[in-house]
């Protein structure tokens, strides 16, 4: 099993739309987290950081929940220009984790 | 502000020949990695060095191997091509930050190697 898991998608949403993504990840003394958004053919760069408070930037959400062992992102008011892979990241000092990535679609 | 640089950028190589492809930091980062990126398989982890001297196996290590020269260099060896290793390559180091006590991690733009 990964250890850390991302629905793939695609997503496909109407301009404004609210969409959430989720990823599981497995070992419970996971510390870290972060979203990274990586657009087409390019590298993989730092959305947000994802704390145990939540963590609100602008339109984007993150949130962990320990006792289910998952971390979500919201994306509210969708725009076209929202359209990207977005990544999960399990961090430590020592390794970096990666989920597949949830490729997202912003309709117009 | 060059963050982290890989090169080269795309390369096309033939069955059976090497490569090594180059990545350089100047954070001052401790931990360095290769990953390789491929369509709806996300970014699996080649190898990765925590610190200068010490590299170890990731998730799909077969076919690679890696020297981590110094602080600041990780390069990553392609002995034999395959067809099998075609892919996006990035380069990515990180470090625990002072502020926040998380590790921060930054790329590479990437290598799109082609083995024919």
């Known amino acids: 099993r990964k250890e850390v898991e991302q629905d793939p998608g695609p997503f496909n949403v109407p301009e404004g739309a609210t969409v959430a993504f989720n990823c599981t990840y497995s070992?419970?003394?996971?510390?870290?987290f972060f979203w990274y958004r990586q657009d087409c053919r390019k590298e993989p760069k730092l959305l947000m950081s994802v704390y145990s408070s939540g963590n609100e930037d602008g339109r984007f959400t993150a949130q962990l929940n320990r006792a289910s062992q998952y971390i979500s992102l919201l994306i509210r008011d969708s725009k076209l220009s929202d359209s990207a892979t977005y990544l999960c990241?399990?961090?430590?000092?020592?390794?970096?984790?990666f989920g597949s990535g949830t490729q997202l679609t912003v309709l117009p | 502000n060059a963050g982290v640089t890989q090169t080269p950028k795309f390369q096309v190589l033939k069955t059976g020949q090497s490569m090594t492809l180059q990545c350089a930091q100047d954070m001052n980062h401790n931990s360095m990695y290769w990953y390789r990126q491929d369509p709806g398989m996300g970014l699996r982890l080649i190898y990765y060095s925590a610190s200068e001297g010490t590299t170890d196996k990731g998730e799909v290590p077969n076919g690679y191997n890696v020297s981590r020269l110094n602080k600041r260099e990780f390069s990553l060896r392609l002995e034999s091509a395959a067809p099998s290793q075609t892919s996006v390559y990035f380069c990515?180091?990180?470090?625990?930050?002072?502020?926040?006590?998380?590790?921060?991690?930054?790329f590479g733009q990437g290598t799109r190697l082609t083995v024919v």
């Open positions: 990515a180091s990180s470090d625990v930050t002072i502020r926040t006590g998380d590790p921060e991690a930054f």
């Open positions: 990241l399990e961090g430590s000092a020592r390794q970096l984790t």
């Open positions: 070992n419970s003394a996971s510390q870290s």
